[in-house]
C-alpha cells in the first residue's frame, strides 16, 4: 500500500502500524479502560469532510475495511477493529441559527458542548445523558437523550446529514434526498454503511426550569419502589424523565451493598410547574431513607452527576434491554443480579417511559419499548475481565425472557449471536439489503458491526 500517497493527500495526518507510537495511539481512541485485542492497521486523523473522503477512496482501492470513530465510547471499542479507523474528533464544527431553530453538527461536537452552546439560546436538543460523548455516536445509533419523552429520540430530529459513502462521492440526505441512505443513518448505529460528517438537527425550545428529586431505598425495597414508579408515571405527563439506579450507597450513607435510588427529573415551563409536577407523584412513594431535593438541576449539573458514576480510565462492560413486562419483574431481576456483582463500581439504570412519549418516528432506530435498561460492569484490574463480563453477561441472560431487544449504543456486541436484537426483523432486513447496495464490498463491515442488527 501507498500509504505515503495517501498522507500527502490529507489535511489532517495518518498513523500506520509501523510508526513509533501506534499501539499507544490507537488505544487512546477507545475511551474504554478495556482496550480490544485487535488494533487498527491505519489511523487517519481526518481534519475535513475531504479527509474522510479520500480514506475511504484509499481504502476501497486497497481491499481494507472502515471504521469511523467519532469520541471512541463504545464499549466495545468497534472503531478500532476495522483495518483502517478515521478519527473524526477534529471535525468539531458547531453552527445555531437561533432563529430558525436549527443547528449544523459536526461529529465531533459532545454532548456538554452542545448542551452549553444551545443554553446560551435558550435552546435545547435531547441530548445524550453523557456529556463527553460526541454527537456522532450518540444520534447514529438513535439518540436515548434527556427529556425523551417531550422531545422524542434524537435522531428523529436529524433532518439533513452531510456523509461520505463508501465509493468515497460525499452527498447530502435527507427524507426527500437520498431517503434510504436517511433512513439507515437514524438508528443503524455501527451497521451504518458510510461517514457521517455534519448533522443538521431541528432543535427545541429551552425548559425554563429542570428540577430533579432522589429517593434512596433499601435494595430489599427494589420491587416495592418500582411498583409505586409504574403506577406514578402512568399519570406523569411527558416532560417528566424517571430512573432507578441500583449501586453502591452514597460516601454519606452507612449501608452496605446496592441501594435504589429513585430519580425524577422534571423539565418543565418554569420553577412553579415543576415543583407541582414533582409533588404529584412522589406522596405515595414508598417511605426513602433518605431525600434529596428537588433541586435545580441544569445540564452540567446533571452531566456533573452522570461523570462521577462513569469516569475514565476504568475498565468497563455493558448491555441494554428493552422490555414491555412489568416494570417491578425487570427491575426485581436486575436488583437480583446487582447483588452479585464482584465490583462495588458496577451499577444498573432502568428508565421508566411516559405513556405519553412522543413514539420514533421513520428510521432504522425501530427498538424501544416500555423500559429501557442498562447494566455497567465496572472495574479496574485487568485480570477481573473475564469474571466481570461473565457476571454481567448472567445478569443479563437473567431478564432475557422478559425482554425485546437492546440498544445499539449500550449492547454487548461482542457477545455476538448470544444477545438481544437490536433492531426489529424487518429493519434489519432492510438495512443489511441497504449495505448491499451501497456497501457492495463490504468496506464498513467489522466483526462488531456485522452484528449489529441481528
Not at 464544527?93 to 437561533?98: A, N
Not at 403506577?231 to 454519606?252: Q, S
Not at 425524577?264 to 412553579?272: E, I, L, R
Amino acid at each position: 500500500m501507498q500509504t505515503d500517497t495517501l498522507k500527502s493527500r490529507l489535511r489532517g495526518g495518518l498513523i500506520t502500524r509501523f510508526d513509533p507510537g501506534h499501539a499507544e495511539a490507537c488505544d487512546a481512541l477507545v475511551w474504554n479502560g478495556r482496550k480490544p485485542a485487535r488494533r487498527t492497521r491505519l489511523i487517519v486523523r481526518a481534519a475535513c469532510a475531504d479527509d474522510a473522503a479520500q480514506a475511504v477512496r484509499f481504502a476501497a482501492r486497497n481491499g481494507l475495511t472502515v471504521s469511523p470513530r467519532g469520541g471512541g465510547h463504545h464499549f466495545t471499542g468497534i472503531a478500532a477493529q476495522a483495518d483502517m479507523m478515521v478519527d473524526l474528533g477534529a471535525l468539531d464544527g458547531l453552527r445555531i441559527d437561533p432563529e430558525r431553530r436549527v443547528a449544523r453538527v459536526e461529529p465531533g461536537v459532545t454532548n456538554a458542548r452542545m448542551a452549553a452552546a444551545l443554553a446560551r439560546h435558550d435552546l435545547a436538543f435531547p441530548l445524550g445523558h453523557c456529556g463527553s460523548v460526541p454527537m456522532s455516536g450518540h444520534l447514529l445509533g438513535g439518540g436515548i437523550g434527556w427529556n425523551p419523552g417531550a422531545w422524542g429520540v434524537a435522531c428523529f430530529l436529524v433532518e439533513v446529514i452531510e456523509v461520505v459513502m463508501a465509493d468515497g462521492r460525499l452527498l447530502t440526505a435527507s427524507e426527500t434526498e437520498n431517503a434510504e441512505v436517511f433512513w439507515a443513518a437514524r438508528g443503524a448505529g455501527p451497521a451504518f454503511f458510510g461517514i457521517v460528517t455534519a448533522y443538521h438537527l431541528r432543535l427545541m425550545e429551552a425548559p425554563k426550569a429542570i428540577l430533579t428529586e432522589l429517593r434512596v431505598y433499601p435494595l430489599a425495597l427494589a420491587g416495592t419502589v418500582a411498583t409505586w414508579a409504574e403506577a406514578a408515571m402512568a399519570d406523569a405527563p411527558a416532560n417528566v424523565e424517571l430512573t432507578l439506579k441500583i449501586a453502591a450507597p452514597r460516601p454519606e450513607m452507612p449501608a452496605q451493598g446496592p441501594m435504589v435510588e429513585a430519580i425524577v427529573t422534571v423539565f418543565a415551563d418554569g420553577d412553579t410547574a415543576g415543583h407541582a409536577t414533582l409533588s404529584r407523584l412522589f406522596p405515595s412513594a414508598p417511605e426513602a431513607m433518605q431525600v434529596i431535593g428537588p433541586m435545580p438541576t441544569p445540564f452540567d449539573v446533571l452531566y456533573g452527576f452522570t461523570a462521577r458514576s462513569m469516569p475514565e480510565g476504568l475498565r468497563y462492560g455493558v448491555d441494554s434491554l428493552w422490555s414491555d413486562a412489568r416494570f417491578p419483574e425487570i427491575v426485581e431481576r436486575i436488583a437480583t443480579g446487582m447483588v452479585s456483582a464482584p465490583s462495588p463500581r458496577s451499577l444498573a439504570l432502568m428508565m421508566l417511559r411516559s405513556p405519553r412519549a412522543l413514539p420514533p418516528g421513520n428510521g432504522a432506530f425501530s427498538r424501544i419499548r416500555r423500559t429501557f435498561g442498562s447494566v455497567y460492569a465496572i472495574w479496574e484490574d485487568a485480570d477481573e475481565d473475564m469474571a466481570q463480563l461473565r457476571w454481567l453477561r448472567a445478569t443479563m441472560a437473567g431478564t432475557a425472557p422478559l425482554c425485546l431487544g437492546a440498544h445499539v449504543g449500550e449492547a454487548d456486541l461482542e457477545h455476538g449471536p448470544r444477545r438481544l436484537p437490536t433492531h426489529d426483523p424487518a429493519a434489519d432486513a432492510r438495512l443489511r439489503d441497504l449495505a448491499a447496495c451501497f456497501d457492495p464490498a463490504g468496506l464498513f463491515t467489522t466483526p462488531a458491526a456485522d452484528c449489529a442488527a441481528a
